[in-house]
């Protein structure tokens, strides 16, 4: 006898069922089994052969997941290999469950109840149907059962589920492109944090960390262990490192090169080993640049020593030219002494005024 875990129903519940002939199961690719329920005969799907071990960790599942009639995890019976007709049966009763959600949906109009119907869905023998609705407080719904009963012919069951829920039901495809993990392989919803998403520093925007079903993605789960573990060997997301250069701050982790994305002074953003962190942050604190700032200091210096040379060179050579030189006359006297050329020597002679001149001229006149 060998452990089977079976899957079944629209909230895709998880059997386990103990099979004695395993011949009926032996084919390429899974087969409808008919199973015995705690809703019924339904048709399910085995997921797989489970070893000792396995088995053992899925009954501690099923312990903890067992809380009512309508939990996750239960026993089943397995009763045979689904026939041809049971496969017939089970497709057909798929189309009459969107006639009756649209038929219950219509009636839920009529009586005004604040109540969403997400999904319906009919057992083999069509003895039950099972409804499923949100709502955000509780609600009588006797009559609207009443109305119902009385449309279908079959006893009716409500099953209020969750946002999450709802999801896993109506399943649906993801931002990433892949269908929802919770409509075909994700058993059970991790509780997820604002705190995780800022570990992970994720855009703080609702429409990229919300899922179809308007709360945090079931993934930000996924890495949050180590997340944890890298946070816990440095500062706080967000953290800075106030140093005599500036302030340095921790952004994001990487993930594939395990390093660490942090904002230098000057706005660049530069990768540092997880490992090399501990270095980094002595080093920057000392007042020392990192990596390729240090290169760049280090040419500046280098660039700045050369031109202070050459300065002290120009000095000292200018400094020889004026010891050295002979006293320079302005080209401009040299230039006006040659355009104004050679000049008489006059003597100066007394000034005489008009009578005297007169006084004079008559005198040589009368010797004449």
Known sequence: MSAYLMIFGKPRYMGLAKIDDEKILTDERPSWVLLKTFRGFELGLPSGKLTDEQYENYCVDKSRFEEGSEAIFQQVEFVRKATDKDIELYYVNKNIE??????????????????????????????????????????????????L????????????????????????????????????????????????????RSALNPTKISGLCGRLMCCMSYEKDYYSEVWSKLPGPGAKIKTPQGVYTLETIELGNESVN???????????????????????????????????????????????????????????????????????????????????????????????????????????
């Open 98 to 147: 969107e006639e009756a959600l649209l038929k219950a949906r219509s009636v839920l109009v009529r009586n005004q109840l604040d109540m969403k119907i997400a999904d319906a869905e009919f057992t083999l023998d069509r003895k039950k149907i099972y409804f499923y609705f949100t709502a955000d407080q509780r609600i009588d719904f006797r009559l609207f059962v009443r109305e």
């Open 262 to 368: 942090i904002r230098f002074p000057n706005g660049r953003l530069v990768q540092v080993s997880i490992k090399d962190f501990p270095t980094f942050q002595e080093t920057v604190l000392n007042g020392e640049e990192w990596g390729e700032d240090k290169e760049l200091a280090e040419k500046k210096k280098a660039a700045a020593e050369r031109m202070a040379m050459l300065k002290a060179k120009a000095e000292r050579r200018k400094l020889n030219v004026k010891v050295n030189a002979k006293p320079f006359k302005p080209l401009s006297d040299k230039i006006e002494k040659i355009l104004e050329g050679p000049k008489a020597k006059v003597k100066n002679k007394p000034k005489q005024n008009k009578s005297q001149n007169r006084d004079k001229q008559s005198k040589q006149k009368y010797k004449h």
């Open 149 to 200: 009963a009385h449309a279908f012919r079959a006893r009716i069951e409500l099953r209020q589920i969750g946002i999450r829920d709802e999801a896993r039901i109506v399943k649906g495809i993801a931002s990433c492109g892949r269908p929802c993990c919770c409509s075909y392989w994700l058993r059970s919803f991790s509780p997820i944090s604002m705190k995780i998403v800022k570990e992970q």
